[in-house]
T-cell receptor, first 115, second 117 residues
Framework: EPEVTQTPSHQVTQMGQEVILRCVPI?????FYWYRQILGQKVEFLVS????????KSEIFDDQFSVERPDGSNFTLKIRSTKLEDSAMYFC?????????????FGQGTRLTVV | AQKITQTQPGMFVQEKEAVTLDCTYD???????LFWYKQPSSGEMIFLIY??????QNATEGRYSLNFQKARKSANLVISASQLGDSAMYFC??????????????FGGGTRLMVKP
């Protein structure tokens, strides 16, 4: 069964460093998302991406964040200068079509720890 | 106002019994979807069940069913015959149909279910 793959599963980084979280969505999916979950809290939407551009982003997704799909398969989230409060589980998700129907398929997550 | 509210931070259920996890939502859209995801201690998000706003029948997927009461804006998850492996966090989520927007999911705060042997 096709699945969304995220790497690495866990990353530890020093405050102020840049990190890139990688995702390989399901191959025929068109819509891609990043969510984050701070430990013990709810899952929060960061950004959605369609047709090689951001379609929507939340207030969390400030200038420190960027996304791209460099080669048609990978979907990356970059945090330019990490802060302690960026420590969270980051989930990539993809879905095949627009509209309210259809579930998003989530990757297994990348746990980011900023020290 | 919260778009998705899960009022039970934690619940216990005896193995083999049924349990209902509550979820209420708030939207002005006519077209929307409601989802339940399971998050075990390993951290991944596992899709369980979906209910569309125009679906007249309650959704069912194996031991999972969704008690959809549109007028009350509730979408409770019912797990029948609980198993030890059902112990996990459960998140209710909503996607509002907004045409060509991002159609992201909005999640509730989750309910931690613990199944007792």
């Amino acid at each position: 069964e096709p699945e969304v793959t995220q790497t690495p599963s866990h990353q530890v980084t020093q405050m102020g460093q840049e990190v890139i979280l990688r995702c390989v969505p399901i191959s025929n999916h068109l819509y891609f998302y990043w969510y984050r979950q701070i430990l013990g809290q709810k899952v929060e939407f960061l950004v959605s991406f369609y047709n090689n551009e951001i379609s929507e982003k939340s207030e969390i997704f400030d200038d420190q964040f960027s996304v791209e799909r460099p080669d048609g398969s990978n979907f990356t989230l970059k945090i330019r200068s990490t802060k302690l409060e960026d420590s969270a589980m980051y989930f990539c998700a993809s879905r095949p079509n627009l509209g309210a129907r259809g579930e998003a398929f989530f990757g297994q997550g990348t746990r980011l720890t900023v020290v | 106002a919260q778009k998705i509210t899960q009022t039970q931070p934690g619940m216990f259920v005896q193995e083999k019994e049924a349990v209902t996890l509550d979820c209420t939502y708030d939207t002005s859209d006519q077209s929307y979807g409601l989802f339940w995801y399971k998050q075990p201690s390993s951290g991944e998000m596992i899709f369980l069940i979906y209910q569309g706003s125009y679906d007249e029948q309650n959704a069912t997927e194996g031991r999972y069913s969704l008690n959809f009461q549109k007028a009350r804006k509730s979408a409770n998850l019912v797990i029948s015959a609980s198993q030890l492996g059902d112990s996990a966090m459960y998140f209710c989520a909503m996607r509002e149909g907004r045409g060509n927007a991002g159609n992201m999911l909005t999640f509730g705060g989750g309910t931690r279910l613990m199944v007792k042997p």
